[in-house]
């Protein structure tokens, strides 16, 4: 099979390389303007507004320039340009050439040789895994997917916290309770670490306790140590039946991971420098955090008792991921609430020479909150603890509902059950994946579900009517050749996969694919509407179409993470 580059199978590229040449032609400029897609198919294929621009800089009329451009400039690919407005140019491809180049859709991806690695999920030890781990771990595995259909080596890091003052109250709690770790759950540890933490904030001499406990644990002290390992076993066992229903799979390389290079990490900050001691801690001051009162922000990274904190641990890791897993580009998936912390993080390990920005990218991707009908914050409601997985089980009970009403009788049971989980946790991931990831949303099971509208099932049951139309066609696939207006905008929708897929790429924003699905969907509907496959004479243009069509369609649910069906 061929592997192309990235963007050698994009019109917009080729455009933006067709009119940088005529720039220079007639301007003799040297600039790669930008290309844009016409919402409204029916005005252009393409659009430009960089006569306007050129204008400016040149303090002449936008029209004129644009005039000059279009004069001068041709190209097979291109059918004809116009003027519109006040300089915009007007693109219209060539059918012909359309059709030549869609033998060139959807080739995969040539191997790159760099490494991307994300930093997701990463719920913590014994503590309750709230919608925020859920959103991270939905938008990680996207964005992990994206990049492996793009080539790249990729990292899927687990940073788990298991590791910090918390499993030093709740170890004490538990030794001091005499409770059985062995025959406990995720729910009793939760209950356990809500309980030593109610005892660590009012009681001092627990508290006292439960810091030396934490310096006999990371002492490696045999029996604590024993508890501690006991609890990451019943936290996994509740995070990896998350992770099954989701089908995503991590590396666990948790907080404790970078625990023997602690100490390491503040002594190469007081090399170099940048350590201050204010009220006992070692802090690094960076420029531009302040705190409430306007005083500068210090990024803590050894506490005044002499222990390491979360800061410590990510500086470590940081270190740790671009030394030892050599990765050339490294993003976290985290709410916005830990915007500061991270952004922090990278600041100071800039500073201490870590890493050249122009060389390699550390991102935080952050994320919105999950709301409530009411917009409340979704989370633990008043004293019942609320499971992530009870969540997704609901998503998938409403999910069957939907399919008994809709197939009385007519399929068994463990067949409605199958269907009912992946339209159950398809919803979920589509509500999550279509939003603007750094917005807020709001948690609705009806509207996840609904086979209308923008939603999961929308788009897989236009998938499920490809693949039926497919199967009832005689005639194998042949040359394309556009008849009708609908046809020619699937195939421009079709090559406009790759483009989308080239800013998801830059700027990690998953809900351009799923904007892309819901339009892809769109299209071939109303596709379906005006062109009739089976036994017209156009059958084996439209097959082929559609071939390349369902291809896309299943690019898009692999990138969102979502299975397919064959029927609904
Ligand atoms: N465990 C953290 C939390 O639940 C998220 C960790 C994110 N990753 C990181 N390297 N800090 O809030």
Sequence with gaps: MKNIPLGACQLQHQLQEIFQKALKKVFEISFLPEISRCKAPQQADYQTACAMALAKEMKKNPREVGQMLIEQLEDPLIDRLELAGPGFINIFLKDAHLVSLSDELFHPFQKQSEKVLIDYSSPNVAKELHVGHL????????????????????????????????????????????????????????????????????????????????????????????????????????????????????????ESFYQPYLKNIVDLFEKKGLVEVSHGAKCVFLEGYKDQNDHPLPLIIQKSDGGYNYATTDLAALYYRIEHDRANRIIYVTDLGQAQHLNMVFDAAKKCGYYDPNQLLVEHAPFGLVLNQDGTKMKTRSGEVFRLIDLINEAIAKAKEILVARHQGEMDESTLDLMAQTLGVNAIKYADLSTVRTKDYIFNFERMLRFDGNTAAFNLYSYVRIKSILKKCKKRAGAISLTHPSERKLLIVLFQLYEVLDIVRKDLMPHRIAEYLYHLAETFNEFFRDCRVEGVDEESSRVHLLHKAQKAFEICFDLLGLKTLDRM
């Excluded at 990680?140 to 940073?159: P, T």
């Excluded at 004490?172 to 030593?196: A, F, G, H, N």
């Design 135 to 254: 959103r991270s771990t939905i938008i990680g595995d996207s964005l992990a997917r994206l990049f492996h259909f793009l080539g790249f080596e990729v990292m899927k890091i687990n940073h788990i916290g298991d590791f910090g003052t918390q499993f030093g109250m709740l170890v004490t709690y538990i030794l001091e309770k005499e409770l059985d770790v062995e025959k406990s759950c995720l729910p009793d540890l939760m209950e356990w670490y809500r309980q030593s933490k109610m005892e660590f904030d009012e009681n001092a001499h627990f508290k006292k306790r439960a810091q030396e406990m934490v310096v006999r644990l990371q002492a490696h002290e045999a029996p604590i140590q024993k508890i501690w390992k006991q609890i990451l076993e019943i936290s996994r066992k509740g995070f990896s039946e998350i992770y099954h229903v989701l089908g995503v799979e991590l590396i666990e390389r948790g």
